[in-house]
């Protein structure tokens, strides 16, 4: 397989893809650049050995072209400063030719967010009457999704993948772009190297204790990571509003907290799974409780298992952080996925603030702590302490894809598999 490190780009043009796919406030500003700095030895690389680059990337979930409140225009000027070089902008991604043509080594140009085009994630967009129209409506895109990829493709003499945050996806310019170039031209880029090593390290080379801290807003969206990582790990931690669940499948009064009423069984299942697998299983005792989802809501503590009506339970209390806290400490291999409360609001924020201190002492003893999934790494950067964990990662889904054992697309692409 190629590397970047072997690779010389001199005179060569790259198209990379990135994970641009940065959070931005109500006027545009990005609040969190984890994912831009993450790409910059990539592309600093290419412009050293005197080449070319065209970076593409998606933002947000955007159901027309153009959708402005995700045009990648918003960030061009900070990946300029960042990148200290001046980025050009090509507003439609299918019409770069000749900006791409024209680039000269050491000139950056990014296109427009490629999901304005639906033929990026090969997704029909509208509404269809019956499941078999959809599914009709998607084959029909098979081939004007492999036209998008060759468009792109034409743009340049070689690939490089370096977002991770899609690797899980087979789309035209994670995945079937790479069909274009020949193996010696397409590889995968400095941070997607970094990030499949730290998967490696929590995988192959597990030094245990092994405590994995499960959070979020819901236990659906994370099952299949969670009974994967039943056979990995020491002590599971589930926090975050899948706490609930789990109080009422057990019996519990919950209030009005967050709760998948169609999950009750999963989470008896879950209980009952760890327990036949020897795997300590850590879930909330008591928590913080709101009145409102609100920042300002009036707040008491609680039990997580009797919440009276018309609270909510917003963040992990008192008994349940230090709980979190005995079992991440002493653990010699730490993964944190999604916050243990409300913590976008500053009140509701102790509980992912106690793991964070917990993982950090632990890694200060000498873990290996990997912290990953987009608000994860935001509470440890609204903390400040993303200097004292091993590794954070820029995936989400497509890390507990990585450490579920799947083949991410966006890999298997590049390495010909
Ligand atoms: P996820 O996208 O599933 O990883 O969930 C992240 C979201 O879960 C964040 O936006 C948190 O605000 C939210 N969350 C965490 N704890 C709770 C809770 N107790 N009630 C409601 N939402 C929560």
């Not at 009005?256 to 005792?285: H, M, P, T, W």
């Not at 004292?388 to 083949?407: F, N, P, R």
Request: glycine share 10%; proline share 3%.
């Amino acid at each position: 397989m190629q590397t970047i490190d072997n690779f010389n780009f001199a005179g060569k043009k790259a198209i990379v893809r990135v994970d641009f796919n940065v959070p931005l406030d109500e006027n545009g500003h990005i609040t969190d650049d984890t994912r831009i700095r993450g790409a910059l030895p990539t592309l600093k690389k290419i412009l050293a050995d005197g080449g070319s680059v065209i970076i593409m990337s998606h933002m947000g979930k955007p159901k027309k072209n153009p959708d402005m409140k995700y045009s990648l225009g918003q960030i061009v000027d900070a990946v300029s400063e960042k990148l200290g070089v001046k980025v050009q902008f090509a507003p439609d991604c299918m019409k770069a030719d000749e900006a791409a043509a024209a680039l000269k080594p050491g000139e950056v140009l990014m296109l427009e967010n490629l999901r304005f085009y639906a033929e990026e994630e090969g997704k029909p967009r509208g509404e269809f009457a019956t499941e078999e129209e959809k599914k009709a409506a998607k084959a029909a895109m098979k081939e004007p999704q492999k036209e998008f990829a060759k468009h792109l493709a034409s743009y340049a003499d070689c690939y490089v993948n370096d977002a991770f945050g899609t690797a899980h996806r087979k789309h035209a310019s994670t995945a079937l772009i790479a069909d274009y170039f020949d193996a010696d031209h397409k590889m995968l880029g400095y941070l997607m190297e970094k990030e499949v090593k730290a998967v490696d390290n929590v995988l192959s080379n597990i030094k245990r204790p092994f405590t994995a801290i499960m959070g979020g807003s819901k236990v659906s969206t994370k099952i299949g990571i969670i009974e994967n990582l039943m056979d990995k790990v020491d002590n599971l931690i589930l926090c975050g509003g899948m706490t609930y669940t789990f109080a009422k499948a057990q019996g519990g009064k919950i209030g009005s907290s967050i709760c998948e009423d169609d999950k009750l069984d999963l989470a008896l299942d879950i209980i009952a799974q760890a327990k036949a697998k020897g795997v300590n299983l850590v879930l909330g005792v008591d928590c913080v409780a709101g009145d409102a989802f609100s920042n300002e809501a009036n707040t008491q503590i609680v039990p997580a298992n009797n919440i009276p009506d018309g609270w909510e339970g917003m963040d992990a209390g008192p008994k349940t952080r230090e709980l979190f806290a005995n079992a991440i400490k002493g653990s010699k291999t730490i993964l944190w996925n999604g916050p243990a409360g409300v913590f976008e609001f500053d009140n509701f924020t102790g509980g992912s603030r106690a793991i964070a201190e917990a993982i950090a002492e632990a890694t200060k003893d000498g873990a290996f702590s990997l912290i990953g999934g987009g608000d994860s790494v935001a509470c440890i950067n609204k903390f400040g302490m993303a200097d004292q964990v091993s590794y954070i990662s820029t995936g989400g889904g497509a890390l507990l894809e990585a450490i579920e054992g799947k083949v991410l697309p966006g890999i298997a692409a590049i390495k010909g598999e």
